[in-house]
């Protein structure tokens, strides 16, 4: 920061302009493009609804192609102009935007914008996702079920424009912050394949090299039964005084009721839908509805054992076929696994639970220090792009 304040110290001394977007820049709609128009080779073209799923914040190079012949006849963004989606079923999608890089230029589709301004391109595009640009952009939404954000809209939003300078020193440290987030995930996704790999190595069990291991059936493990029926209009997205009750469903927590229906420690298997077999482990009273299946240790598996075993077999493999696949108790209760002795179970336990806690947990390991450095990253985006303002002069 300090950087920053000997830069502003220098080279404006008496503060910051805030410019009106429209007055730095122009706003161009894009033009009809298509999935159906995508071809396998061609001209670069971005729909806007690939940028709320596909890009980041810049991008040199598209996901998709166009026809020369249709390519022609689209509106383009040049090297530096911000391509923005302007409209969105969700908040937070509405004016997403992506610094395009690339050389040549790119054909977009209609529902985005092309911004074509003076500034630096990522200065622009960190400047959208900070929380002042947020705060407008929420007070210039309309519509309900399809939001929307107009270009004449955009156009009033106001904005600090530092000199040049000081808006590539911002690019570069807002860029170090994004380079060590992506860091951390790629070693996240190498540590969960790391678990995954030794889950599997410690789960398969030889019988010569384990004498104690025997195959059981589900039904010999668990007590296991369907969960009840709750109406949604029961159920609270957050917790209350009176809703304090976590509820589970077959895709796991789905809010807060008053009472419980089991009470202790279990193991919860979603029993319908495309995720039906995902496992999650309770350790508090809960109530379960009939989309989970409430499987309860017997003295032969210990449950943080039983949680591996099961996530490991990938019981969604079980599930019924047709429109709406199903995992039936009784033939879950078929299902066989090699279980070792109590005392192997806790070894395994101990060295799983290590991974899992590195590869899952919200207040431990990665996924933890993930969050931190998101929040950080917010934190000094919008300390960075906090100015004191310019007086006009009278």
Known sequence: MSRIDEMIAELCPDGVEYKRLGDIGTFTRGAGIQKSDFTDDGKPCIHYGQIYTYYGLEASET???????????????KHGDLIIATTSENEDDVCKCCAWLGDEPCAVSGD????????????????????????????????????????????????????????????????????????????????????????????SFERERERESRWLKMEDLFYMKAGTHIAASNISESKSAVQTTPCYGGNGLRGFVESP?????????????????????????????????????????????????????????????????????????????????????????????????????????????????RQQYEYYRDKLLSFPRKESAA
């Open 63 to 77: 996901k998709s192609l166009i026809s020369e012949e249709l390519y022609a006849t689209r509106k383009k963004a």
């Open 112 to 203: 985005a914008y092309i911004y074509s301004h003076s500034a630096d391109p990522k200065y622009m595009a960190y400047l959208f996702c900070s929380a002042s640009f947020q705060a407008q952009k929420k007070r210039r939404i309309t519509g309900t079920k399809v939001l929307r954000v107009s270009g004449d809209a955009m156009a009033t939003f106001e904005a600090p424009i530092p000199p040049i300078e000081i808006q590539k020193e911002i690019v570069r440290i807002l860029d170090k912050f994004a380079e060590l987030e992506a860091e951390l995930e790629a070693e996240l996704e190498a540590r969960k394949a790391q678990y995954a790999y030794y889950r599997d190595k410690l789960l």
């Open 261 to 373: 229906s089991h009470s202790g420690k279990a193991l919860l298997i979603g029993r319908q839908g495309a995720l039906c077999g995902n496992v999650y482990r309770v350790e508090e009273d809960f109530y379960a509805t009939e989309h989970a299946v409430v499987a309860t240790c017997s003295d032969l598996v210990l449950q943080d054992y039983a949680y591996h075993m099961l996530v490991n077999r990938n019981l969604n493999r079980y599930k019924s076929a047709g429109a709406q696949p199903g995992l039936a108790v009784g033939k879950l209760k078929e299902v066989e696994f090699l279980v070792p002795s109590l005392e192997t179970q806790q070894k395994v336990v101990d060295i799983l639970d290590r991974f899992d806690a590195l590869t899952t947990s919200l207040t431990d390991g990665l996924p933890a220090e993930i969050e931190a450095r």
